[in-house]
């Protein structure tokens, strides 16, 4: 709804405007936030903000473009649905946080998503959208006291708010959920543990040994030549398919992982094998490795 226009700009005028920059505008919503963001020259960094804040404070929200934007989400709920990690992580989320926000589903339930008026977003951005509970931040060829001289002038109007009027602990529940699907021959899964969160101390070292455990999928053709051990210890299974280790984080808590699909022959000993890996990582992982596994994790953050 936020790209569909303002009370400034019509939904053709703000894609003309941003394409005459030569910048990107798009936005992403996560379980714990909702990010707006642009990518645009140094020089466009003020026209970009201003963009930004008019999409999030002034935008229509008319009642045609709710029903037309309600059909396209319902589409997207049903892809969703059909995307088993997808789905294996929403119930992920709904057995470890069970009872708190991190165990709903970002689009939400279909009867929200039919019964949305636009009162309701009127109110919840009115209520959400304060400074208190904003981060403006900016990377690349910027200086910070432009960045805060243009937080004061677009978005200094603001209420304050309180951050963390909404905000419920999350409490992590280890528990063990299977969902039989007639017809199908491969599991979908993930064995979990509690992570950290972003800020937490002991976060760089967890993706250091996600990275030491990787990714390995047998259509990809790395086969047993893979740079994992976990890599080269289930290649030899015919029956897994592939694995990816994941760290998600949150405000105070995390999910530190691997995600897998594989048949039901070979899901024991996968399991162990995920087991030995994390026990090896704890006790028995040499300095060299650990030095591997830094650069390789430098790799993938500047190429990202």
């Not at 059909?82 to 119930?91: C, G, I, L, S, T």
């Not at 946080?97 to 339930?109: A, C, D, Q, R, V």
């Not at 602990?169 to 899964?189: F, L, N, Q, R, T």
Request: aromatic share 8%; glycine share 8%.
């Amino acid at each position: 709804m936020a790209f569909k226009g303002t009370s400034r700009r019509t939904r053709s005028g703000l894609e003309l405007e941003v394409e005459d920059i030569g910048a990107h505008l798009n936005a992403y919503t996560s379980r714990e936030q909702t990010v707006y963001y642009a990518k645009c020259f140094s020089t466009d960094l003020e026209h970009s903000v201003e963009i930004l804040s008019d999409i999030l404070l002034n935008s229509n929200l008319s009642t045609r473009d709710i029903e037309a934007e309600r059909s396209v989400i319902l589409r997207e709920m049903q892809e969703v649905e059909q995307n088993f990690q997808e789905v294996v992580f929403d119930h992920l989320h709904t057995g470890t946080f069970e009872g708190n926000p991190l165990s709903m589903t970002i689009l939400g339930p279909v009867e929200n998503i039919n019964s949305i008026q636009r009162k309701d977003l009127v109110d919840y951005i009115k209520t959400h959208y304060r400074s208190g509970r904003m981060v403006l931040s900016a990377a690349g060829g910027v200086r910070h006291d432009e960045v805060v001289r243009l937080a004061e002038k677009y978005f200094g109007g603001l209420q304050h708010g309180d951050a963390s009027a909404n905000f419920i602990p999350a409490v992590y529940k280890p528990c063990e959920i299977h969902i039989p699907v007639e017809g199908m021959d491969s599991i979908y899964g993930a064995l979990v543990v509690e992570g950290v969160s972003w800020t937490h101390e002991d976060n760089l070292a967890l993706m250091v040994a996600n990275t030491l455990i990787g990714e390995w999928d047998r259509s990809r053709g790395f086969g047993v030549n893979a740079p994992s051990r976990l890599a080269l210890r289930l290649g030899r299974s015919a029956g897994v398919q592939s694995f990816q280790a994941f760290n998600t984080c949150y405000k105070d808590t995390g999910l530190i992982g691997v995600y897998f699909v594989t048949e039901e022959m070979a899901s024991e000993s996968l399991v162990d094998a995920i087991v030995d890996e994390w026990r090896w990582l704890a006790s028995e992982v040499d300095a060299e490795t650990v030095d591997r596994g830094k650069r390789t994790l430098l790799t993938n953050l500047l190429l990202m």
